[in-house]
């Protein structure tokens, strides 16, 4: 079983950046790919970005389109989500999830295989 591992979060004042980092243990067959979500307490988890090996593809939120970059380094086994102007409304748990689901560019949903998370604090 892939096993996901998160780090890099922290607390930053607002317009500041952050990377995160998200270690996997193996390559899956197929489709391989790496999300990021973000939850706040008492909120549903929401997709922000995603790295798909296919193609090197990439999708974002529209709330970090412009601010976050997600990137892969398979020689790593690490996907990076680079986090850019942030501001207190990024504040959340950030979870990575193995082979998100997308069709024809569309989210669909999570895959069903999470990391602990981590956390980021934004103030203002």
């Known amino acids: 079983q892939v096993q996901l591992t998160e780090s890099g979060g922290g607390m930053v004042q607002a317009g500041e950046s952050l990377k995160l980092s998200c270690t996997y243990s193996?390559?899956?067959?197929?489709?391989?790919?790496i999300g990021w979500f973000r939850q706040v307490p008492g909120k549903q988890r929401q997709f922000v970005a995603a790295?798909?090996?296919?193609?090197?593809?990439?999708y974002y939120a529209d709330s970090v389109k412009g601010r976050f970059t997600i990137s892969g380094d398979n020689a790593k086994n690490t996907v990076y989500l680079q986090m850019n102007n942030l501001t207190p409304e990024d504040t959340a748990v950030y979870y990575c999830n193995l082979d998100p689901n997308f069709l024809g560019g569309r989210f669909l949903g999570p895959g069903a295989t999470w990391g602990r998370g981590t956390g980021v604090t934004v103030s203002s």
């Open positions: 790295f798909i090996w296919s193609g090197d593809s990439t």
């Open positions: 193996q390559r899956t067959f197929g489709n391989f790919g």
